[in-house]
């Protein structure tokens, strides 16, 4: 082959990416976007199933209450897909965010007799 050449795509191979890892990059940006977990709570984790490269991905997210969950959740699923597009190259055209835990200042306040 000569200086110049191009290499056909099926002779140059492939880049495939786990979708594990996908999840960990979508899970790592979860917990920026909510700049860690609550006191008490776990961090968030994510699930992935990537067709090509398109990434489909579910984020579980515990958060403090009162909060605007709203906000938190639209934040999540903005830095989830941005991250996963820069790191992996992969396109995410929905991020589920899923609310699994509340964490009320006033039921730690019951649990352990004052707020800490």
Request: hydrophobic share 40%; glycine share 12%; charged share 25%.
């Amino acid at each position: 082959m000569g200086r110049g050449e191009r290499v056909a795509a099926g002779e140059r191979g492939a880049t495939t990416i786990a979708d594990r890892v996908v999840a960990k990059i979508a899970a790592r940006a979860a917990w920026e976007a909510l700049d860690g977990a609550p006191e008490g709570g776990a961090p968030p984790h994510a699930t992935v199933t990537v067709h090509r490269d398109i990434a489909h991905v579910r984020v579980g997210v515990e958060l403090d209450y009162p909060s605007d969950i709203g906000t938190q959740c639209g934040e999540v699923r903005r830095q989830v897909a941005q991250r996963v597009r820069a790191l992996a190259g992969m396109e995410v055209p929905e991020v589920l965010v899923q609310v699994e835990r509340l964490h009320s200042v006033h039921s730690r306040v019951k649990a352990g007799g004052r707020a800490q």
